[in-house]
């Protein structure tokens, strides 16, 4: 039986595609017209959104500078005060220096 329904799936298909090679003329083209649409923009570049699964741990805040306050006012500099200054520095560095050395 299950022979039978196989060769008559066969002949079947057979004759289906000989009726259709029958329809066309011999020597003519076939052309198959396919149309289609094209949506959105193809210049736009593609993007990746990445969104975050859980809070981060750190947060950096930096402070705005302050708008309200007015800058010192500009003073000119006494020269003699200016080089005792510099001189108290340059004293203190290696002071500085040799004390961080004995603590090693």
């Known amino acids: 039986m299950r022979r039978y329904s196989v060769i008559a799936t066969g002949l079947s298909l ?3 595609t000989w009726g259709s090679q029958a329809q066309q003329a011999p020597g003519a083209e076939v052309r198959v017209d396919i149309s289609s649409t094209i949506t959105g923009n193809q210049q736009q570049p593609r993007t990746l959104y990445v969104l975050p699964w859980q809070d981060s741990i750190a947060q950096i805040r930096i402070p705005a500078p302050d708008i309200n306050s007015e800058p ?4 000119p500099l006494d020269r003699q005060q200016f080089l005792r200054f510099i001189e ?3 004293l203190s560095q290696p002071a500085a220096s040799t004390a961080s050395t004995n603590n090693n």
């Open 72 to 75: 010192a006012p500009i003073q």
């Open 14 to 16: 057979a004759l289906l």
């Open 88 to 90: 108290a520095q340059s």
